[in-house]
């Protein structure tokens, strides 16, 4: 079993930065055993509907951004504190969203992450 919680949503102006973390408790040391990704649903939409943001393949530690972000967004994780974090910069309002932490499974070849262990999620404001 693996418990995340996310954090660092909140409301930021159109243009500016944020940095979310999520932090991952577990038997065994979960950042060795998972991969680990970044989702987020949209107003109005559902939760199956949650988009793909980026993901980080372990143990290489290889990164993936969806397309459209990958110029604003980086996701990474600190080997020190055991976080998971994503930094996205120049937001819009059309950003705004819940954000979640996830850990599963990451396919390099189908680029599809399969989650196994979901955070509750941070809601991020992007004002205009």
């Known amino acids: 079993q693996v418990n995340l919680v996310e954090s660092g949503g909140g409301s930021v102006q159109a243009g500016g930065p944020l940095r979310l973390s999520c932090a991952a408790s577990?038997?065994?040391?979960?950042?060795?055993?998972?991969?680990w990704a970044w989702f987020r649903q949209a107003p109005g939409k559902e939760l199956q509907e949650r988009e793909f943001?980026?993901?980080?393949?372990?143990?290489?530690?290889?990164?993936t951004t969806a397309d459209s972000l990958k110029a604003r967004y980086f996701i990474f994780r600190s080997d020190a504190n055991d976080m998971l974090y994503l930094q996205m910069s120049r937001l819009a309002p059309e950003e705004t969203a819940v954000y979640y932490c996830?850990?599963?499974?990451?396919?390099?070849?189908?680029?599809?992450?399969?989650?196994?262990?979901w955070g509750q999620g941070t809601q991020v404001t992007v004002s205009s």
């Open positions: 996830a850990a599963g499974s990451y396919n390099t070849n189908s680029h599809y992450f399969e989650a196994k262990y």
């Open positions: 943001v980026a993901a980080i393949k372990e143990p290489s530690g290889a990164t």
């Open positions: 577990g038997s065994g040391r979960p950042y060795n055993t998972y991969d």
